[in-house]
């Protein structure tokens, strides 16, 4: 398996007249927590949710493992929508992390985190239940198993969406900035549980203000500015001086979130 | 009034809440139909829909109970006016069930539904399981809402000669030469029912509470 | 079944003076209902607790039944306790009281809807209880139960048809009894029909007009 978690060929999307991805190429390393940085409109979401395949690219091309993910490219270089099954197939092995947290208020959290291995597994509820519950363990919710939604803490309910994501067994997580509608005090239990996955060797692609964050835990930071991939390398690689002067720009409407340290003179 | 006629308006109360609850159930079914197809992407089906709203709740219902009352034997149906009355009020409530709904539906944040897609959901299977549950939930307020409205109106049905609570206050009415004593009964009587029902909505939003949009 | 137009045209004189006795009415109805529910609404929110609570249980009574049970009541048992009303002083008494229940409760919504911090802010600048129910209360309820009015003047269109029972010379008595005389019911029922649509449609989409014409006034 030579293949990159994930390779993006070409990639543009365009909403009416409006391109807000041009020309995207990237691969995303197996393994490593990538984080997608860059200021508000740089399309650092849209990206992100190509991936998910939850918005279809203008053009371009998007391969999960070698797999083409809802378009193929043929023989005449024009693009030739895949069929829904394996569409299905290839983004079974995608998990989504929302800002919003998006759980279904009706289920409680196990409910949310078994409903789909009971739906679209066809486990039976016991053991879809057993390994909810070895999930929301994993996220330290275990105590919250029979609460709804409405009764979590906001980074309560997103670690049980991150639980949620995991019980389906990815192979690739992409969180949609996780953090960003939780209260400060609240994020870093969402964090924790981030830089525990990808320490156990989770493939991740964050989109995040977490300057902090993507500094520490990121391997891999891509710099988006105006819909192009400006920088892609190394925490150290990209944060250290001599810095792009973009990227200083940038981290300097960020130093609260932790992007003084990277600035302060060494 | 002796506890004989007293006995008597208690049992067309009943019949009032009997048939007020048959329309708002088959209203309901109706009104889910209407509103699949308002939702529809396809015109010659939303517009229909359309149609079939604005007509039902623009024209007063006491003006569409006379007309079923007689456009049915007027095409050969000749049916009890109890049926008559049944079908219209059930019409005109599954017009506004039916936008309740679209409310409801419509305001299912999407985010939940693209999550739903991310689990592997089929689209089947984010409908039953995910929006319809969520939109449901949200339109109880509106149904409960509805169902007293639905009740009021019935009494329209006395118009067209169904002995239900209205029309037995008016002949007891005018038999007895009391219509203060018998109008003020039933209007009690619609009263208490009304307040059971406000009653059971709030119990039923209650054991609902835990699952609202957070 | 056959449609008859003529039956229609000689009729015309009829339909229209049905018609004027339900615009009248309509129209009547929905300016009292709004004045008197605006004087409950503010007596419930700025005057004495006993005075609220009755006038809630009085606005409850109304909404809690049928307004065909009202309208029997007044107009058959008001004999009884001394008030003899023609059908359309009748009609006209008891749909103004039935709307007013029905307003009441949309101004009280919306009186509590204005939030506090606009009457701090108004305070805070010195202007007096009267000012800040002229200057910021009204015009900011005013855009908050526009939506609300509108649809209860339109409950009231329809609602001027239950007149016809009794004996109020409105469209609904006049058309559905040319339409016996004529042996045309069906027909007859038709036109009231799309006579009622027209004017529900008409009011709701000038409704519509008037809300976006007063947006510019809505919350930020």
């Known amino acids: 398996m030579t293949h990159p978690a994930i390779a993006i060929r070409r990639l543009s999307k365009s909403y009416g007249q409006t391109e807000v991805l041009h020309g995207i190429d990237l691969e995303i390393a197996r393994g490593a927590t990538t984080c997608l940085i860059g200021p508000s409109g740089s399309g650092k979401s849209t990206l992100l949710r190509c991936i998910a395949f939850l918005e279809e690219a203008t053009t371009g091309t998007i391969l999960i493992d070698g797999q083409p993910l809802g ?25 989504m992390v929302f800002q919003q947290f998006n759980l279904w208020p009706h289920m409680t959290a ?47 309910q997103q670690r049980v969406a991150i639980a949620r994501a995991l019980a389906l067994e990815p192979e690739i997580l992409l969180f949609d900035e996780p953090t960003a509608s939780l209260d400060p005090e609240l994020t870093g239990e969402v964090l924790n549980v981030m830089r525990d996955l990808g320490e156990d060797g989770m493939t991740m692609v964050v989109v995040t203000h977490e300057i902090g964050f993507a500094a520490t835990v990121g391997e891999r930071i891509v710099f988006l500015d105006h819909g192009r991939v400006l920088l892609n390398g190394t925490p150290s690689e990209l944060f250290a001086p001599p810095r792009h002067p973009r990227l200083t720009q940038f981290l300097e409407t960020y130093l609260d979130r932790g992007a003084a340290m990277l600035l302060k003179p060494a | 009034m002796t506890a004989q006629l007293f006995e008597l308006m208690l049992k067309a109360a009943g019949y009032t809440v009997v048939i007020s609850a048959a329309s708002i159930a088959i209203g309901l079914v109706i009104g889910i139909l209407v509103c699949a197809a308002k939702l529809s992407p396809r015109p010659w089906l939303r517009w229909p829909a359309s149609l079939f709203v604005s007509f039902f709740r623009g024209v007063p219902l006491l003006v569409q109970l006379l ?127 009304n307040w059971l029902v406000a009653a059971g909505g709030s119990l039923t939003e209650r054991a609902l509470r835990r699952g609202r949009l957070a | 079944m056959s449609f008859d137009g003529s039956v229609i045209l000689a009729a015309l004189p009829a339909i229209l003076s049905g018609l004027t006795v339900t615009l009248g009415i309509w129209v009547a109805a929905t300016v009292l209902g709004i004045a008197l529910g605006f004087v409950v609404a503010a007596l419930r929110h700025f005057g004495p607790r006993p005075l609220g609570l009755s006038l809630r249980l009085v606005v409850e009574v109304l909404r809690g039944t049928p307004f065909l049970i009202q309208i029997f009541l ?84 329809k609602e001027t048809a239950v007149l016809s029972i009794i004996a109020v010379p409105e469209a609904t008595a006049v058309i559905s009894a040319l339409g016996s005389q004529q042996y045309a019911f069906v027909e007859s029922l038709f036109l009231l029909a799309i ?25 930020a």
Request: aromatic share 8%.
């Open chain 1, 110 to 156: 196990l409910g949310n985190v078994t409903e789909a291995l009971v739906t679209v597994k066809g486990l039976v509820r016991a053991e879809a239940e057993a390994r909810g519950m070895a999930q929301l363990r994993r996220v330290g919710l275990e105590a919250r198993a029979k609460h709804y939604p409405s009764e979590l803490s906001g980074g309560q």
């Open chain 3, 195 to 219: 006579i009622y649509w027209g004017l529900v449609e008409a009011c709701g989409r000038a409704g519509s007009a008037l809300e976006t014409r007063l947006s510019k006034f809505r919350f």
């Open chain 3, 74 to 157: 007044l107009y058959f048992g008001g004999p009884f306790v001394g008030i003899s009303l023609d059908p359309v002083p009748a009609g006209l008494l008891g749909l103004s009281v039935y709307a007013a229940a029905y307003f009441s409760e949309i101004f009280r919504a919306g009186f509590a809807a204005v939030p506090r911090g606009h009457v701090e802010a108004a305070q805070c600048v010195g202007l007096s209880q009267a000012q800040i129910v002229r200057r910021i209360l009204i015009p900011e309820m005013t855009m908050l139960v526009l939506p609300q009015c509108v649809n209860m003047a339109v409950i009231l269109v």
């Open chain 2, 67 to 193: 007309l079923i009352y007689n456009l049915l034997p007027a095409i050969g149906l000749t049916v009890p006016s109890i049926v008559a009355a049944l079908i219209g009020l059930s019409l005109c409530t599954a017009a506004y069930q039916a936008e309740n709904l679209r409310g409801g539906f419509q305001s299912v944040p999407r985010g939940l539904l693209e999550a739903a897609d991310m689990a592997g959901l089929s689209p089947w299977q984010q409908f039953s399981r995910i929006r319809a549950p969520i939109a449901l939930r949200l339109t109880v307020p509106a149904l409960v809402n509805e169902a007293i409205l639905i009740l009021k109106a019935s009494s329209l049905i006395s118009v067209v000669g169904v002995i239900e609570l209205t029309r037995t206050a008016q002949n007891l009415a005018a038999s007895t030469y009391e219509p203060l004593l018998f109008y003020s009964v039933a209007g009690g009587l619609y009263l208490a029912i």
């Open chain 1, 71 to 95: 378009f193929e490219e043929g023989a005449d270089g024009r693009r030739i929508r895949l069929p829904p099954q394996r569409i299905r197939t290839v983004r079974s092995g995608i998990g």
